[in-house]
């Protein structure tokens, strides 16, 4: 298992945390995604041999946030 924060920016409310939980959850490995819209984190807790770091923020992106590097 890997876990990963990333700095998110664009969240304003709680249904944006839900929507990129939502969004993370479906990808083939993801096995937790927390979302605060307050701090601006994602943490996402992942097996590296079914999805990878930049898939994440890819999708992230494709939900229509930011992920800082």
């Given at each position: 298992?890997?876990?990963?924060?990333?700095?998110?920016?664009?969240?304003s409310?709680?249904?944006?945390?839900?929507?990129?939980?939502?969004v993370?959850?479906?990808?083939?490995?993801?096995?937790?995604?927390?979302?605060?819209y307050?701090?601006?984190?994602?943490r996402?807790?992942?097996?590296?041999?079914?999805?990878?770091e930049?898939?994440?923020?890819?999708?992230?992106?494709?939900?229509?946030?930011?992920?800082?590097?």
């Amino acid at each position: 298992m890997e876990q990963s924060l990333l700095n998110v920016s664009g969240m304003s409310c709680s249904g944006c945390e839900q929507r990129i939980a939502k969004v993370l959850k479906q990808l083939d490995g993801v096995f937790k995604a927390e979302a605060n819209y307050g701090s601006g984190e994602v943490r996402i807790i992942f097996d590296i041999s079914k999805t990878s770091e930049p898939s994440i923020r890819d999708a992230i992106a494709q939900a229509g946030y930011e992920v800082s590097q």
